[in-house]
């Protein structure tokens, strides 16, 4: 009887759903100003060496709030076209 106990206790705790975190606030921009934003600063930086570290750490520090598409979007043509603006 205990081992049957012990048993249903472990399926019930195994079948419990993680809590989802919901917020206020406006996130279905995804980070995409803010990566607009960085690379504005990267082509009005002139596109140096420094200008790039700094674009790239931008992006490191922004790509957990992307989906895939942004992350597809900055990766494409049409960044490469922006950014010669």
Same mark, same amino acid.
């Given at each position: 009887?205990?081992?049957?106990?012990?048993?249903?206790?472990?399926? $019930?705790? =195994? !079948? %419990?759903?993680?809590?989802? %975190?919901? *917020?206020? &606030? /406006? +996130? +279905? /921009?995804?980070?995409?100003?803010?990566? *607009?934003?960085?690379? /504005? %600063?990267?082509? =009005?930086? &002139?596109?140096?060496?420094? =200008?790039?570290?700094? $674009? =790239?750490?931008?992006?490191?520090?922004?790509?957990? &709030?992307? /989906?895939?598409?942004?992350?597809? %979007?900055? +990766?494409?043509?049409?960044? !490469?076209?922006?950014?010669?603006?």
């Amino acid at each position: 009887m205990r081992l049957r106990l012990t048993l249903a206790l472990a399926l $019930l705790a =195994a !079948c %419990e759903r993680p809590s989802i %975190e919901v *917020t206020a &606030g /406006d +996130s +279905s /921009d995804y980070n995409r100003r803010a990566l *607009t934003a960085a690379v /504005d %600063e990267f082509v =009005a930086n &002139g596109r140096t060496a420094q =200008a790039y570290a700094e $674009l =790239a750490h931008a992006v490191l520090e922004l790509r957990p &709030g992307m /989906d895939r598409t942004v992350a597809e %979007e900055r +990766s494409s043509s049409s960044w !490469c076209s922006r950014s010669r603006r």
